[in-house]
């Protein structure tokens, strides 16, 4: 009894911590790290890339088109009803040319430097503010929240001091 409990205890307490801890901390921290860089790089690349294209592109258009239409319109039909009625009635058209020629070039000015101008702003802004911000958002995110996730996941994966392993629930 006595030298089996001494034996016992020195061994397994001996063995088991050694192996326990040099197991767990090393498949821990190997496994922190790789889930954790691979899942916060593409988790975090994914959402921020995403998010970033998303906003940029919904407010670049939304943005470029109702600036670019109002401003188009309030611009053609100001500049084509002035000019064309003191024109038309300098020289005896009289209203009806002035206001048709108003019209017409104030309908076509807006739509097409609205929808030119819309689409050049929204998808310029939305692609540069998406990349720049998906990308620096997303690294800063996904890093932070992938190594915090997948040190502290991959750290308690072990029992800690008897070196048993749980399998992650992925696998």
């Known amino acids: 009894l006595n030298y089996g409990l001494n034996y016992g205890l020195n061994y397994g307490l001996n ?4 192996y326990g801890l040099s197991y767990g901390l ?18 975090g690349l994914n959402y921020g ?16 088109l109702n600036y670019g239409l109002s401003y188009g319109l309030n611009y053609g039909l100001s500049y084509g009803l002035s000019y064309r009625l003191s024109y038309g009635l300098s020289y005896g058209y ?4 002035g206001l048709s020629y108003g019209l017409n070039y ?8 609205g929808l030119s101008y ?3 702003y929204g998808l310029n802004y939305g692609l540069n503010y998406g990349l720049s911000h998906g990308l620096s ?3 800063n995110y996904g890093l932070n929240y992938g190594l915090n ?5 991959g750290l308690k994966t072990c029992c800690g001091m008897c070196g048993h392993t749980r399998k992650p629930y992925y696998f």
């Open 149 to 153: 996730y997948g040190l502290n996941y």
């Open 94 to 97: 009289g209203l009806s040319y």
């Open 15 to 18: 063995y088991g911590l050694s």
């Open 118 to 120: 819309g689409l050049n």
């Open 26 to 43: 090393n498949y821990g921290l190997n496994y922190g790290l790789s889930y954790g860089l691979s899942y916060g790089l593409s988790y």
């Open 137 to 139: 958002y997303g690294l």
């Open 106 to 113: 104030g309908l076509s000015y807006g739509l097409s430097y």
């Open 49 to 64: 890339l995403s998010y970033g294209l998303s906003y940029g592109l919904s407010y670049g258009l939304s943005y470029g």
